[in-house]
């Protein structure tokens, strides 16, 4: 063999180890304004979930050099049409699509309204190591200097990055990687919607670049109890959300529409208006959980503080918010209606 030969071979070889390290991801769709279009780049009003996956993914060539990409549609919704059906859906579908050796991460887009509530459903649901990445946008498509295409490019360099896997279900914005349990979108408009004020964010991505700075430390994936494989619902939990002068009428009509769990927000430390309380302690006795959180947007709601849990049957959030609160509550009562195990959950997820 002489030098050309040689030469050429190792050429080859090096050409498909590189071809054959080029991992392949999947990207779900579910809408949102990331797959948004508008009027006119300088309005604010459009559609969401207007474009299709293919679309979406042709506005971002690069993307293609990082990964064979395999895109899908799961749902064309703007994310405050979010239900339990969908959720149930994505979930099964990426456990489906993980369990798979040929997969190697996950890129779901979605609605911004809602997305740190699927991030955690996932978070607390798939049953895989590799890396779950969900992104949004702020501005259309056909928005002037929209930023769903940089996030795109961003969440798959996050996913395609080794330091992802064992980070749970992150969320990445605004050129910032975000755990899914500490996420919560704090802006209606801005590009910058996204923080995690209790925790601050993971890590950055600029550019492609991504850098992890923390690790998220509440058990998550592969470690939680939850198994929603054979479910085609989920228990009904409702929000309530405290102020000054509130209601009984609330309560009872949650739980007369059948609420087997009700996230109260209350003031302060998670404390209710005496009159709601009373409601609170009458609904526990009917068999519904009551899980104190708080409207105050960080720390923790903590039990027996100005509320006599103990007396009333409640138990404390920690420092989930609401919305949060919900979806673990209802992936809670898949397992058990036992308060202390309830409790359990909220000072472990
Ligand atoms: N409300 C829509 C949604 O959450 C659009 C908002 C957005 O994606 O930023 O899907």
Known sequence: MNFLHKSLITLALIGASSLMAKPTIAILATGGTIAGAGTSEIKSSYSAGAVTVDKLLAAVPAINELATIKGEQISSI???????????????????????????????????????????????????????????AMRSGTSMSADGPMNLFNAVNVVINKDTTGKGVVVVMNDEIHSAREVTKVNTSSVNAFASPNAGKIGTVYYGNVQFLMQPTRKHTVATEFDISKLEDLPRVDVLFAHPEDTDALVKAAVANGAKGIIHAGMGNGNPFPLTQDALAEAVKKGVIVARSSRVPTGSTTLEGEVDDKKFGFI??????????????????????????????????
């Open 316 to 349: 404390a959030v920690d420092s989930l918010n609401a919305q949060k609160a919900r979806v673990l509550l209802m992936l809670g009562l898949t397992k058990t209606h036992d308060k202390a195990a309830l409790q359990k959950m909220f000072l472990e997820y």
């Open 78 to 136: 703007g994310s405050q049409e979010m239900n339990n059906k969908v959720w149930l859906k994505l979930a099964k579908r990426v456990n489906e699509l993980l369990a798979k050796p040929e997969i190697d991460g996950i890129v779901i887009t979605h609605g911004t309204d809602t997305m740190e509530e699927t991030a955690y459903f996932l978070d607390l649901t798939v049953k895989s190591k590799k890396p779950v990445v969900l992104v949004g």
